[in-house]
C-alpha cells in the first residue's frame, strides 16, 4: 500500500513537471523542435536586459524579444524587462538550435523608437549550451558547455518505467498472496486430516 502511495506520489510530481516544461517550452513550433531535436543540436540561454539607453526607450511598455538563427526566427516573445530589472528578475529563454555555425540576430522592438537588431557569430557544438546575454547595450555569448536537458522525452521514459515497476510490483504482492492462501488452506486441510486421522484411532 505504502509503495503504491510513493509511486502515485512520484507519477503525481512527473505530471507537474511535465505540465510545467510544455508550458514554458512555447519559444517555437512544436513540429520545428522535434524537427531540431532530431538532427544533431545544441542549446541556447538568452539573457535579456531592458534597453535603457536605446533613443525612445518606453519603460512602461513590454518589449517584444525575436532571436534568428541563420535567419530563422526560433524564438518570438514578450517581456517588460524594464519592470523585470527593477524586480532584480533576469528575464531568460532556453531553447534548441542545430548544432554548428550560426548567425545570430537578435530582435527587440515594441519599447523603444526603432526596432533594434543585434549581430553575432556563434559556434554551437552538438550536444552544448551557449549563454547569449544582451545587457542593454551590447549581445555577448559565453563559452559553450556540456548540456544534458530533462527532456519531455525523459520525463515520459521515467513515467512508463515507474508504472512497469508498480504494475510489476503488484503483480508480485498478488501472486504471493495467492501462494500464502494456498498455504493456508492446505496447513488447514492438513491440520483436518491429522484431527480426523486421531478421532478414528480413539474410536477403535
Known amino acids: 500500500m505504502n509503495q503504491s502511495l510513493r509511486s502515485m ?19 517555437m513550433p512544436d ?83 526603432d526596432e533594434l537588431v543585434l549581430k553575432l557569430p556563434l559556434q554551437l557544438t552538438k550536444d552544448h549550451l551557449i549563454e547569449l546575454a544582451f545587457d542593454g547595450v551590447a549581445l555577448t555569448a559565453g563559452e559553450a558547455t556540456p548540456f544534458e536537458p530533462t527532456s519531455l522525452e525523459w520525463v515520459r521514459t521515467e513515467m512508463l518505467r515507474m508504472q512497469a515497476n508498480a504494475h510489476a510490483g503488484d503483480a508480485a504482492t498478488g501472486k504471493l498472496t495467492t501462494l500464502a492462501t494456498a498455504s493456508v488452506a492446505l496447513n488447514a486441510f492438513g491440520l483436518l486430516a491429522l484431527l480426523g486421522y486421531a478421532w478414528s484411532r480413539r474410536r477403535r
Not at 18 to 23: G, H, T, V
Not at 86 to 112: E, N, Q, Y
Open 31 to 113: 513540429s520545428r523542435r522535434d524537427y531540431l531535436l532530431a538532427h544533431d543540436h545544441g542549446w541556447i540561454d538568452l539573457v535579456v536586459k531592458a534597453p535603457a539607453t536605446a533613443p525612445g526607450f518606453k519603460p512602461g511598455e513590454a518589449c517584444s524579444v525575436g532571436l534568428r538563427i541563420n535567419g530563422d526566427m526560433l524564438l518570438f516573445e514578450n517581456a517588460n524587462l524594464a519592470d523585470a530589472g527593477s524586480a532584480g528578475i533576469p528575464v531568460g529563454f532556453r531553447f534548441v538550435a542545430p548544432a554548428g555555425k550560426l548567425d545570430a540576430a537578435l530582435h527587440l522592438h515594441g519599447c523603444v523608437k
Open 9 to 27: 506520489a512520484k507519477w503525481s510530481m512527473l505530471a507537474v513537471l511535465l505540465s510545467n516544461i510544455a508550458c514554458n517550452a512555447k519559444e
